[in-house]
């Protein structure tokens, strides 16, 4: 009887003890960020703006440089301060990747000095940056010149397979889908007068600034998504070639820390950074369900998603967050709403991921 009354008693600890929950514990963090604030790939708002946006067309502005350091505080606070990364920064702990785009290289160099305590001369310290030529780059920059891939556009817009199908869709957009506020603005300056809104040194006229504040940006976030291949722009191959690669980048960083039994994981930084383009946020965005987070208008300039990969007593999982730009909060996507265990997440986003960059036809 003695014996049977320890054998229960033990049964019962054990329960006890197997029915704690394990501490919810924070993995790894990877971070896809668009650049900061740009001018306008051509054109300008103003006379003045050439001057003002000195750098040149579709480079980071001053704004940007300092709109980019200032996200960089941002993460900081969440991630640095609270020991999660090392604040004299270690190289086993952070990677960061870019685009060779200047806009992002430089987003991606004012970010990083921002995040870790400066030498003791007062130096900031800058993580290396790696990146890859342009034309090599399947993973950060948006494959968009190939020929193939656009006959939901053709047909849509009824367009011709023979003409530069991207270029000619945002004429047919807007030609039919141009917003009301926006008719008394040029169609070719619609980047300028977005581009250029937040700076404060260049006076936008007012129909340039209603235009731009609301219905410019819904309109641009429409002809990204249907350069991204997503949302109602859906195509399986544009989407694929867009962040295909980047979604199988993201599903092993995930696998990796989740699979081991340490942390942090020998040989996998808790941290990774990815600049990149609207094009390539947005894609993502639909791969991993969040794009509704967007509300319909053009990702801000350094607007980020964030991927903590978490463990908790029934398993690892990827929660989502958005910071639609340097002045908004972390945002939780809700993506965990029905389930965000990495085995789901992974099912999920599987599909669009792909191994090798898918080549034109």
């Known amino acids: 009887l003695q014996v049977t009354m320890i054998s229960l008693l033990l049964v019962a600890l054990f329960g006890i003890v197997t029915a704690t929950p394990v501490a919810d514990e924070l993995l790894s963090v990877n971070v896809v960020i668009r650049h900061a604030d740009r001018s306008a790939t051509s054109g300008w708002a103003t006379p003045e703006s050439p001057q003002i946006l000195f750098r040149g067309s579709g480079e980071l502005t001053d704004n940007g ?24 920064f270690l190289p086993t702990e952070v990677f960061v990747r870019s ?36 034309e090599e780059d399947g993973l950060l920059v948006p494959l968009l010149t190939c020929e193939d891939g ?9 367009l ?45 006229p007012a129909n340039y600034k209603s235009c731009a504040e609301g219905p410019g940006k819904e309109f641009m976030y429409k002809y990204i998504e249907l350069l991204a291949g997503a949302g109602d722009h859906y195509n399986e191959i544009r989407i694929k070639r867009v962040a295909g690669l980047l979604t199988t980048e ?71 967050f958005q910071k639609n730009g340097q002045k908004a909060d972390f945002v939780d996507t809700n993506n965990c709403a029905s389930s965000c265990y990495l085995a789901d997440v992974t099912t999920a986003a599987s599909p ?8 034109c036809a």
Not at 352 to 359: E, K, N, V, W, Y
């Open 65 to 88: 440089i300092d709109n980019a350091f200032a996200q960089g505080k941002n993460f900081k606070e969440r991630y640095v301060k609270t020991g999660f990364i090392d604040k004299r």
């Open 99 to 134: 685009s060779s785009i200047n806009r992002c290289l430089m987003s991606a160099a004012s970010f990083t000095n921002a995040l870790f305590k400066r030498t003791p001369k007062d130096h900031p310290v800058v993580p290396p940056i790696y990146t890859k030529d342009l």
């Open 150 to 158: 656009w006959e939901d556009v053709i047909t849509r817009f009824n």
């Open 160 to 204: 011709s397979s023979n003409v530069n199908v991207q270029k000619t869709a945002l004429v047919a957009m807007m030609t039919t889908q141009w917003p009301a506020a926006c008719s008394t603005v040029n169609p070719a300056l619609l980047d300028a007068i977005v581009s250029e809104l937040p700076n404060k040194k260049i006076n936008l």
């Open 250 to 320: 993201l599903l092993a960083n995930f696998a990796a820390v989740a699979n081991c039994t340490t942390v942090p994981c020998p040989g996998q930084p808790k941290m990774r950074i990815y600049y990149t383009h609207d094009v390539n946020v947005l894609a993502l965005s639909h791969i991993f369900g969040v794009l509704d987070r967007f509300n319909g208008v053009t990702p801000a300039f350094s607007s980020a998603l964030v991927f903590e990969t978490r463990r908790n007593a029934n398993g690892p999982y990827v929660k989502i």
């Open 352 to 359: 669009l991921a792909i191994t090798s960059q898918i080549p």
